[in-house]
């Protein structure tokens, strides 16, 4: 479920043990989601409320990174 949160703009904090999957990684290297176990201060913070407008526009990017994602992905087969 962190994948998921992240990608809808919550803060989100991996701190699993072994090693990270490569989207974890990305999410990382994207600033979305944030290694606990590599950070030096945490700081917790209250996720924003979005207006509908702006949560429709944010489902709509997302969606548009996923289609990327798997057209890019079927390609390289």
């Not at 479920?1 to 699993?16: D, K, Q, S």
């Amino acid at each position: 479920m962190n994948r998921e949160a992240a990608l809808l703009g919550t803060p989100t904090y991996t701190v699993f043990a072994g090693r990270l999957a490569a989207v974890d990684t990305e999410l990382i290297r994207l600033g979305l989601l944030y290694d606990v176990r590599t950070a030096g201060r945490v700081e917790f913070a209250k996720k924003q409320s979005y207006l509908r407008t702006t949560s429709r526009a944010r489902a709509d990017a997302i969606y548009g990174v996923v289609v990327e994602a798997l057209t890019t992905a079927t390609h390289h087969r």
